[in-house]
T-cell receptor, first 111, second 115 residues
Framework: DQQVKQNSPSLSVQEGRISILNCDYT??????FLWYKKYPAEGPTFLIS?????DKNEDGRFTVFLNKSAKHLSLHIVPSQPGDSAVYFC??????????FGQGTRLTINP | DSGVTQTPKHLITATGQRVTLRCSPR?????VYWYQQSLDQGLQFLIQ???????AKGNILERFSAQQFPDLHSELNLSSLELGDSALYFC??????????????FGPGTRLTVT
């Protein structure tokens, strides 16, 4: 049972434009959501998070939006830069810090 | 550099064998987590330890076991290895506060290949 789903395995965006990565979840007990970024041969690195009591969190070029009624999460990157090319994982937890990860979306930023 | 170290980086072994993966958490972190990432899959949570005690268990096979030592480093033992165990194994650590913003920091992973 895939509780966290990233339905787009890959996404290609022009440099300078907005990248939007999407994530859906099924478990209504999730109360904390995170995005991780992963480069090849490295472990995932934390990017940005949002608590279920908020609907938006912004950090520089990165903004995460949470729509609890739709059980949908999205990550906006604007403007997109070549260094943003990586695999992005959405993750969720229900208080006990056991993270449930999506399958990842490979983002490619084209110059 | 996340501050989490994992050894070895690569491991090639045969079916039926047993291996041990090692993880040293960030300084000050009490929780250690193990994840498995198979080809084209997301990270699957295996197990969490907090200050030497098992705290949470995920989809960990009975052939796999883990422990956290008094110095807080952790080892993941994989036995009776099968071809399907070939994967990237990540360790992560956190302070272990149990709150939602207790962010996990990941090591570079150990790539296990079973032939």
């Amino acid at each position: 049972d895939q509780q966290v789903k990233q339905n787009s395995p890959s996404l290609s965006v022009q440099e300078g434009r907005i990248s939007i990565l999407n994530c859906d979840y099924t478990n209504s007990m999730f109360d904390y959501f995170l995005w991780y970024k992963k480069y090849p041969a490295e472990g995932p690195t934390f990017l940005i998070s949002i608590s279920s009591i908020k609907d938006k969190n912004e950090d520089g070029r990165f903004t995460v939006f949470l729509n609890k009624s739709a059980k949908h999460l999205s990550l906006h990157i604007v403007p997109s830069q070549p260094g943003d090319s990586a695999v992005y994982f959405c993750a969720a937890s229900a208080g006990a810090q056991k993270l449930v990860f999506g399958q990842g979306t490979r983002l490619t930023i084209n110059p | 550099d996340s501050g989490v170290t994992q050894t070895p980086k690569h491991l090639i072994t045969a079916t039926g064998q047993r291996v041990t993966l090692r993880c040293s958490p960030r300084s000050g972190d009490l929780s250690v987590y193990w994840y498995q990432q198979s080809l084209d899959q997301g990270l699957q949570f295996l197990i969490q330890y907090y200050n030497g005690e098992e705290r949470a268990k995920g989809n960990i096979l009975e052939r796999f076991s883990a422990q956290q030592f008094p110095d807080l480093h952790s080892e993941l033992n994989l036995s009776s290895l099968e071809l399907g165990d070939s994967a990237l194994y990540f360790c992560a650590s956190s302070l272990g506060t149990g709150s939602g913003n207790d962010e996990q920091y990941f090591g570079p992973g150990t790539r296990l290949t079973v032939t």
